[in-house]
């Protein structure tokens, strides 16, 4: 097992599996990709290699930096130009990813589905998850999916339901989100940070069954300090 | 003890060093312009059949079952070298002497090496793998050797003291041996040598002097009376007593190799095997140097086109422009940034842009031009061909192909020190191979590492070639301080245009066209946060940016707005994830 990066996170699963595939899964704004930061910055720290395949070339290099994730030890992969269709994107990773887990050596590998329709994201047959899974097995690699939901079924090891509890703003914590919760005037607001809820869905790694488990960590945005 | 290393009928062995097919074929090489063409040189099957050096081309090619070769000077240029890189492998210490004979010096190379009769197989098993046929002696002085390379096949060694026993049955033309330089290049001085050693050689076979052994036993002063110095200086070559220094050269590290298509190839197949043939002569040729290449310069000269056509006249050397544009600046496999190894192109060539390949039109010859760089000094053959075959596949010539030329530039080995407790890392080669398949997957220019410039605008960033360093260089950058979670951007690229409704100037509730889910009323918003640069560029830009929490159909997601100032429309450039 190896440091996602977020001490709460490590608290709630141990860690990130090595030789096993983790599925981080949850809405737009729930934390997906802080965590995915997060993992890969610790991943290089400790001197290992990552790979990101992007299938919606959504990765922001300014919060890739900010997170304190080492450039030079990330590979990049940008699926699809602007004209293509997700279809076309998905066809894409699946091909890439099956280059990089035959190539080897990398201590991360990250598939970004977050961005890909549901619908689109679940015609990835079982099979190729069951084959990226062998890939990996018996290696020190970390296999991450984010996405949407859950569509790896039985192949993940380890399942982490994210969800954004609220926000932080420097000059009005809100707590509930209305319509008229806007206190102070916008250009004094800054937002500082997103409080975000993890459960721990499924995990195959312990023999007792695993009760859903929550917590909730924050995340702080580059400016905020 | 001096070794020789002496290449018979060197043009013959040049091409059959190129075209291994051919050595069991009746081969003639000719020269010349044409209709003048003339034979050049002939091996035995050749020989056998009647063709001789002076014949002209036309009554060769009368003869069924004679193979033609244009002679390539480019070919033995390459056996040449083989030739000198074989020397050098086994003494640093060699001399050039003739286009086809190397001269080692094997002194203290005996502890090292083996005996004598071993360096000498060593030799030959060398050259033979740089597909080089060859004659080895080994004898106490230079001349000796090279007249025993030039006169006994295989391998030889002279023991010391009885250099004129063994050398006394060759024939005496074996003195006066043949050379293979450019008849243009060497001009008169060349002819009148070529001369006087005829004059000489009809003078002694008048005498009836056949072999060495009678030429060594002449009287030296009646020999000097009738020949000469040069009458003496034979005599004593004759004896095998002639001493001389070698006078060394320091190989120049040049590694090309060419052929020349005797039909043009216009599937990329058996060019993938021509390659082979020329990567793996390459790569022997390095590794007998222990040195590694991190460049590859592949240059193809296509069949003629006929007519002009403006499509073509394109000339593709990529500018810095071109690379600041999102391109890797230092492709794995990618644009050359230097002309090819051919000489004069014609005037009317124009520069381009757009082609990331260098195809140059002139009125009497194309070439296609394609550089490998690799991030590492590497040596694998089957590992190179792999990645050109993936750059043609991507970057076809669009022309047949007469000629190949490939040239690799020399690097120092890399040197890693492995390490038990090391984290893992991928192996070069591989990872070189993965990513040369991804590029080919979604594009150069999108796979690589990051590098972020010094500039507020959007998207500053670029694309770089991504290198696995070693562990312990990199070990020194990384920290163990532990941070706290950065809440991170997801973008949209390109940003996503979008419908805003205002009040008193700030947004309440947005419309995308493009994306339906992205709409919904503002329940919070920040802002707005100016920035502009650029604007001494003809890039300038202004805009403001707003954090906003929207209220969607199912959640609440957290977008980054943007109002571009200069053109007025509204973005959502990404989501706060």
């Given at each position: 097992?190896?440091?996602?990066?977020?001490?709460?996170?490590?608290?709630?699963?141990?860690?990130?599996?090595?030789?096993?595939?983790?599925?981080?899964?949850?809405?737009?704004?729930?934390?997906?990709?802080?965590?995915?930061?997060?993992?890969?910055?610790?991943?290089?720290?400790?001197g290992e290699f990552c790979a990101v395949v992007d299938a919606s070339d959504a990765l922001d290099p300014q919060s890739v930096a900010a997170a304190g994730v080492e450039l030079d030890r990330l590979l990049w992969v940008r699926c699809g130009e602007e004209s293509h269709h997700a279809e076309h994107r998905l066809e894409q990773l699946l091909r890439v990813a099956d280059l990089l887990l035959e190539s080897g050596g990398f201590g991360l590998i990250a598939l970004d589905l977050a961005d890909l329709p549901t619908q689109t994201a679940r015609r990835i047959p079982l099979t190729t998850w069951f084959r990226f899974r062998r890939a990996v097995e018996h290696t020190p690699t970390v296999l991450?999916?984010?996405?949407?939901?859950?569509?790896?079924g039985s192949c993940s090891s380890l399942l982490i339901k994210l969800g954004l509890r609220k926000l932080s703003a420097s000059e009005n914590r809100v707590s509930e989100l209305q319509e008229d919760s806007q206190i102070a005037p916008t250009h004094a607001q800054l937002l500082t940070g997103l409080e975000i809820t993890a459960e721990l869905v499924r995990s195959r790694l312990e023999r007792k069954p695993v009760r859903s488990a929550e917590i909730t960590f924050t995340s702080k945005t580059a400016w905020a300090g | 003890m001096f070794a020789c290393i002496f290449v018979p009928n060197f043009p013959v062995a040049a091409v059959f060093r190129a075209e291994p097919e051919l050595r069991a074929r009746a081969v003639a090489i000719f020269e010349g312009k044409p209709p003048l063409e003339k034979v050049f040189a002939v091996n035995q099957g050749a020989a056998r059949m009647g063709i001789t050096p002076g014949m002209t081309k036309a009554q060769a090619e009368l003869c069924s079952g004679l193979?033609?070769?244009?002679?390539?000077?480019?070919?033995?240029?390459a056996a040449h070298a083989a030739l000198l890189d074989c020397a050098q492998s086994f003494s640093p210490c060699v001399e050039d002497a003739a286009v086809d004979t190397a001269l080692v010096d094997l002194e203290g190379m005996e502890s090292l090496l083996g005996t004598l009769p071993e360096i000498a197989r060593g030799i030959f098993r060398v050259a033979a793998d740089l597909g080089l046929d060859v004659n080895v002696a080994v004898a106490s002085n230079p001349d000796a050797s090279v007249l025993a390379a030039r006169g006994l096949s295989g391998v030889t060694v002279v023991s010391p003291g009885k250099e004129g026993e063994s050398l006394g049955s060759l024939p005496v033309?074996?003195?006066?041996?043949?050379?293979?330089?450019?008849?243009?290049?060497?001009?008169?001085?060349?002819?009148?040598?070529?001369?006087e050693s005829a004059r000489l050689l009809a003078t002694l076979e008048r005498w009836g002097i056949h072999n060495l052994r009678a030429l060594?036993?002449?009287?030296?002063?009646?020999?000097?009376?009738?020949?000469?110095?040069?009458?003496?200086?034979?005599?004593?070559?004759?004896?095998g007593a002639a001493s001389r220094t070698l006078v060394p050269v320091e190989a120049p590290a040049v590694f090309e190799e060419a052929i020349e298509l005797e039909y043009p190839i216009v599937l990329l197949e058996p060019l993938a095997f021509l390659l082979n043939r020329l990567l793996e002569q390459i790569c022997a040729r390095l590794a007998s140097r222990a040195l590694n290449t991190q460049e590859l310069r592949l240059t193809l000269e296509l069949q003629n086109l006929t007519g002009a056509d403006p499509q073509l006249d394109i000339f593709g050397i990529p500018s810095e422009s071109d690379e600041g544009q999102s391109r890797r600046s230092s492709l794995a496999v990618g644009h050359s940034q230097s002309l090819p190894a051919f000489g004069a192109f014609a005037n009317d060539r124009r520069p381009t842009t757009n082609d990331a390949s260098q195809h140059f039109v002139s009125g009497r010859q194309n070439k296609f031009c394609r550089t490998l760089r690799l991030p590492l000094p590497m040596l694998d053959s089957k590992l190179f061909l792999k990645l050109l075959q993936l750059d043609l596949n991507a970057h076809p010539p669009g022309a047949p192909i007469t000629k190949i030329h490939l040239a690799a530039e020399p690097a120092r080995p890399r040197s890693a020190q492995g390490g038990l407790f090391l984290p893992p890392s991928p192996e070069p080669e591989k990872l070189e191979l993965t990513l040369a398949r991804i590029a080919a997957l979604v594009g150069e220019a999108r796979v690589g590492s990051l590098e972020l410039l010094d500039t507020h605008r959007a998207e500053g960033f670029r694309m770089r070639q991504f290198v696995a360093a070693a562990p312990e260089a990199s070990r020194q950058k990384s920290s163990t301080e532990e941070r706290s979670a950065v809440a991170a951007l997801r973008l949209f690229r390109p940003p996503l245009r979008i419908n805003v409704t205002l009040e008193n100037g700030e947004p309440i509730a947005l419309v995308c066209s493009k994306k339906k889910e992205v709409q919904g009323s503002v329940l919070w918003k920040a802002g707005p946060w100016r920035g502009s640069g650029d604007w001494w560029e003809r890039e300038a830009w202004a805009r403001d940016e707003w954090d906003i929490a929207l209220q969607t159909v199912d959640t609440v997601v957290l977008y980054r707005l943007v109002h571009d100032l200069l053109g007025g429309a509204w973005f959502v450039e990404g989501t706060y994830d």
């Open positions: 097992m190896v440091s996602s990066g977020i001490a709460e996170m490590d608290a709630l699963t141990g860690g990130l599996p090595r030789g096993c595939l983790t599925e981080i899964c949850g809405p737009a704004s729930s934390g997906r990709t802080t965590l995915l930061l997060a993992a890969l910055a610790a991943a290089t720290r400790r991450l999916a984010v996405e949407r939901q859950s569509i790896a | 193979t033609l070769r244009p002679r390539s000077l480019l070919q033995e240029s033309e074996v003195l006066f041996a043949e050379r293979w330089e450019n008849k243009e290049s060497a001009g008169k001085r060349k002819e009148d040598e070529q001369k060594a036993a002449l009287p030296e002063v009646a020999l000097s009376e009738r020949l000469g110095q040069e009458g003496l200086r034979l005599q004593q070559l004759a004896r």
